[in-house]
């Protein structure tokens, strides 16, 4: 478990506390003493002494706390070690001061421990990196596992020298790699993850993975192989990775880091020689690393989880999420309605000023030469002390200048009342001063901003809004300021995003005139004009400017002034912002109507001395200090340099930030080492204040004999449903809080309950503390809505009456009021999370991270907690900075502790943890983390974490319940519901073929050509078009049909009728001719795609594949072909030797074959069609002559075609649709084509259409992937096409040869973009065919225009139609297929039952048809499933007739449209291929969908292909950027796949442009994708697991 454990208990639990000690056996003891003696003489090497002192404990250590006895296991050597090793003593005080003490309690960091015990270390996935995307690049970075506790500082380990060598380690006699050895062997479960070996250069893993609950020993052979494994790598590897130790089964193998050579698809790369491997569903071999730790991941997902938090509400056809339902057990709040708290009434001081700047002029003119304000420069010494002489001149001057000197066109700039920004830098707070009372005399306005130091600071621009929105034209700044601002070209100041245009006015003393001597400022009375604006931002991190009125400064300065016990000219030292807030309020405003001295202390100083504002209270003796809890911290740690300081003089150190539940560690920790300097405990007076209602409440100095201070301990369950309960039992998940002082004076403060209507809360129910006083904000300037809200809320009992007329303002501070009138707060609403109906404090869960030891990994202070909503709850997200020394598996570790902690101390599970390389995350202006700006870099997908852990499964409790299969309906009840409800049955056909029969004899499609070849010898049949755009080769009827005599006089000789014949021809002429050739030497061709020459790897064995299947006797193919089948390279991928003959046909003799082969009967076989489908089955269908003449005359009548016509052809000639257009229509119906082939496409991405232009053609067929070329290669040069008259208004239909759903986004883009080329948008259609049918729809030239329907995605998932309106939520656009060929009918059957379905029903397309194939000729990969494809009858109604079935789903519908015939039209719409279908939570998923959303979710992705694994969703998505963006998809990912589709993403795969693999149909091969996910073939950049 803690591998790192610097403190904290296991440190305690393992080494013989007094009170275990006294439990071990005397001679125990003695022999302890023994050890401990030899060790330190140095007799006995430290492996030695824990190894002996382990077996001496090993039999007590078990009962020691009841920890559970696995968790010591590995950490009897740690503990151990940390008890002796000299080092570790004095570094232990600096060790643990390095967390962040502002969130820290010893309690809380005990809880923590604790609660991550009661775990047994969860074994998690870990997830892989390539090298590239690591943080840390250096090689020593790579460190083995820690065994001291020595302090951070000393950094990553170095490790030098083999493996096997004995280096000194660190403070050790021996290297700790036999300590390693027995973690390996004792299955321990100190390494949570799986060993990321791509962090390690070369590293080989060696995976020992035991059973993940079993810590027994491994079975003795796979520990002797690890280790010998181990050993044999020792010399080989300088950079050895720590062996891991993973949950899967009990087998160990061994695997490199992916070697440099292709692969064979299938086939596990990686060192193979003993490993049991895993087979993939398709049998094939899979690599064990993904695969091992997809089992981790389900071994983490079985866990039974907490009890559910919902219960579901299911109704089947909406899919509604389910609905939370309270705990009837969760607490509820018992107390009475609290009653208003009210302060105590407002003093009467009778020489109290009229106003502010009233004060000012008093001070200035009666007491010049007072001090009012101190600046101090980086070195803490002082620059300047202000006098209120001084301070009064120059605002006079100021003010002067600003109302008389500044004009356009003789217009004064300014006007009372305008508002004015002032610029000023945190360490010049003179003039921040004076430019603030300057305003104030000339009765403007000041919006104090921060410095933008860049153009795109974080919340800048939110800024820029407020200046607008406030119409602010000018800015106030210094010098020293205005020069160091982004200059634009001009060299003036560059206006910043979202900035309106400023004047920027310089006020240093050379700047401003001095008035005359009549002109005096105007002092008026307090009255309710605005006198400042001070900026808020808000959670969204929208940006609000607060106006507080002159009666209300001048109030809430009398207030504080009472309050405080302030008295004239006394020193105060002020660390906060002079700007806002506190620091504002005591050390410009209340300190100048006390003539009190300030001594400010800028940011800049405390970083480089954060003592500086205990030396200045030294020095100045100051009575008064305003702080916040960071301050106290940093000087905490810096304190042990500093001996000579007294803070005696301290009678209030008020500490700003007290509503912050986890300042009381830090005023703890801070009592405790400065009560012996001076500090007296009664001085420490937190306070609790916001914008909007300035000082809330405030414990009053030791002099006013007020109540001691309060403490309350509250069980965060508790909180968590806005109840107090003090808690007693239960010690880790508690809330140490204290109290914030009594209400202000002249104040008036209730609790309401947070949302809905202002209740006035119980007092034991935690609320929104509400004030009503004269000395709060006034309202959100410009936003009337929000200030109704906020600032005039009427708190109600529950009776519904107000509980007094006065208006109240919310001061989004959650608190309570406890005994003795003390205000105690739990919360900001800021960082409010509720989760599930319960509310979770941003603070406490960062507490809660940073308990979690070690603290090696990521910086203090620098967490983000929030939360994002994803499916209609909030999720919580951490985002934490990375040290840049932590090792990945050491991240990990300390993530998934994180994960455990938060889960077990606030019982709510984390969304996403990331991990953002160091100083990455947005800053706020001093210090801390802009947590708006994460959140929204987090949802844009520009975070750029290093390191992801999502856990939706856990924490994604609302999903709906997985679909129960309800029992079928039978066949009969459907048809009968389907009339009852008036329904057609729904069936479809084509035109009726039959009447069109000649009644001639049946004409065989090689007589058709040799009937040609006689008749129109020189007509045209062919024209194939190269790259360049010329004719690369042509071919009239007579040459085709000398072509074919010799190929058939070649063959006749020497094969017998009826042999296969494989044709591996590139696209062209000889593909043609060949193919004619072996039809009418009586052979049966079989067309083949030729290998890829530059990737031979992949190719070739589909080739080799396709000819062992088909029983090829024979290859017929070109010279160059030839040569390919048989180099050396072939060899590499393929066994050449098994090759059946190899015929060359490029010089074939002029030989007329002897006589032509006649089939007996039209019923023959003519040719296989073979296809690898996007499932990766490899099936071959049988073509019947009688079929093959059936597909020409259906497609000639469609498409009208004749010899007079020319269609253009940009299609793969190898099967399918694109191989009959290509080889068989021509031949049949005597038109001419004009084939292009796609792969010249590559080269020339305008050759298509130019070709159609240039012939004017009417017809022409491509497929998606040329389609996709022509959008992206050509989208941008339309213009450049019209210039060279490229014109497509001739073209009447364009069709895409498809067998899937027809991808609309695609066609519309197409049709967009090249309408400007004359592009009718009627023009583009889809076709439709399968394997048993290869063309079911064709749109054709006749006929109505493809209609598109939109169904509702959540239907489908329960095969369901259901039409919507096109924009609705959850639609789905579809359009149809094409019209129904002529003989063709279409039926659409229930996958389960088989019976008939009625119109617009989703269910299986079957189809019966002249030119169905006639049988598959064999499937190679699933036989069995595919018996019945080609005769299947349905179960009901026509019992009779024979269909095919198709493997797609779809529905007929019948339109409003008349086709040809005059019918009504019925139009086919295909959803998708049933073999494709994802089957999750009982609910059918098509892939395309969840892709949709997926690429839609972030700009770098570029393709996407999702697939399942042992029920887990697998995405991998293509990133098309930069990698450091490869982790932020993740998130993304998995948000919009739970939004949209309801599913959790299991895991997370990103990977380079083009690793997804596509065929030629441009149709995406995802289950090859999984193979080579499985076998580890990918070399993803990122692969998440998500828990």
Known sequence: MAERTTSGLLTMMLEPTPAVAMTLPAEVREKLAELELELSEGDITQKGYEKKRGKLLAPYIPQIQGVDPSLQIDNRIQASSQAVLPGSKHNKSRASNTRDERFRSDLHTEAVQAALAKYKERKMPMPSKRRSVLVQSSVEACTPPDTSSASEDEGSLRRQGRLATSTPYQGHGHPAVEHWFNRVIQGSSTSSSASSTSSHPGGRSVTTTTNTTAHAALNANAAATALADLMAHTQLDNHSAPPDVTGLSERSSLHAERPQVASVRGVSRGYNHHTSVMETADGVPVNSRVSSKIQQLLNTLKRPKRPPLREFFVDDFEELLGVQQPDPNQPKPEGQQMSPLEGEPVGVVNKWPPSLPAALQRWGTTQPKSPCLTALDNSGKPVYTLTYGKLWTRSQKLAYTLLNKLSTRNEPLLMPGDRVALVFPNNDPVMFMVAFYGCLLAELVPVPIEVPLTRKDAGSQQIGFLLGSCGVTLALTTDACQKGLPKAQTGEVATFKGWPRLLWFVTDGKHVVKPPKDWYPPIREASNDIAYIEYKTSKEGSTMGITVSHSAMLAHCHALTQACGYTEAETITNVLDFKREAGLWHGVLTSVMNRMHVIS????????????????????????????SRDMHWSLLAQRDQRDISLSSLRMLIVADGANPWSISSCDAFLNVFQARGLRPEVICPCASSSEAMTVAIRRPPEMSV??????????????????????????????????????????????RVDGTPYICQTDEVGEICVSSGSTGVAYYGLPGMTKNVFETIPVVSSGLPISDRPFTRTSLLGFVGPDSLVFVVGKMDGLMVVSGRRHNADDVVATALAVEPMKFVYRGRIAVFSVSVLHDERIVVVAEQRPDASEEDSFQWMSRVLQAIDSIHQVGVYCLALVPANTLPKAPLGGIHISETKQRFLEGALHPCNVLMCPHTCVTNLPKPRQKQPEVSPASMIVGNLVAGKRIAQACGRDVAQLEDNEQFLYIQDVLQWRAQATPDHPLFLVLNAKGTVASTASCLQ????????????????????????????????????????YAGCVPVTVRPPHPQNLATTLPTVKMIVEVSKSVCILTTQAITKLLKSKEAAAAVDIKSWPMVLDTD???RKKSP???????????????????TTGILAGVKMSHAATSALC???????????????????????????????????YSGHQSILVPPLELESNASLWLAAVSQYKVRVTFCSYSVMEMCTKGLGSQTEALRLRNVNLSCVRTCMVVAEERPRIALTQSFSKIFKDLGLSPRAVSTTFGCRVNVAICLQGTAGPDPTTVYVDMRALRHDRVRLVEKGSPHSLPLMESGKILPGVKVIIANTETKGPLGDSHLGEVWVSSPHNATGYYTVYGEEALHADHFNTKLSFGDTQSVWARTGYLGFLRRTELTDASGERHDALYVVGSLDETLELRGMRYHPIDIETSVIRSHKSIAECAVFTWTNLLVVVVELEGSEQEALDLVALVTNVVLEEHYLIVGVVVVVDPGVIPINSRGEKQRMHLRDGFLADQLDPIYVAYNM
Request: a positive charge; hydrophobic letters at 45%.
């Open 601 to 628: 202390i800028p940011y800049s100083l405390m970083k480089v001395n954060p003592l500086s504002w205990i030396q200045k209270v030294h020095t100045y003796k100051a009575r008064v200090a305003v702080v916040k």
């Open 707 to 752: 109540p001691p201070p309060g403490k309350a301990v509250l069980s965060m369950g508790g909180l968590s449903h806005s109840v107090i309960r003090v808690d007693t039992e239960e010690k880790l998940s508690v809330l140490t809080v204290q109290d914030v002082g009594q209400v202000m004076p002249g104040a008036v403060v209730c609790v309401v």
């Open 1040 to 1079: 085709l049909h000398k072509r074919a005599e010799r190929v058939a006089a070649a063959l006749m000789g020497r094969l017998n009728t009826g042999d296969h014949v494989a044709l591996v021809y590139p696209p062209g002429i000889d593909l043609i001719a060949t193919f004619y050739g072996c039809l």
């Open 1147 to 1149: 010089d074939l003799p």
């Open 1155 to 1173: 006589q032509m082969y006649k089939p007996p009967t039209p019923e023959m076989l003519a040719y296989l069609d073979f296809s690898v489908s």
């Open 1193 to 1227: 005359r259906s497609i000639k009548l469609q498409c009208e075609l004749y010899p007079s016509r020319q269609i253009a052809i940009c299609l793969d000639p190898y099967c399918g649709l694109g191989f009959a257009l290509w080889c068989l229509c021509s031949v």
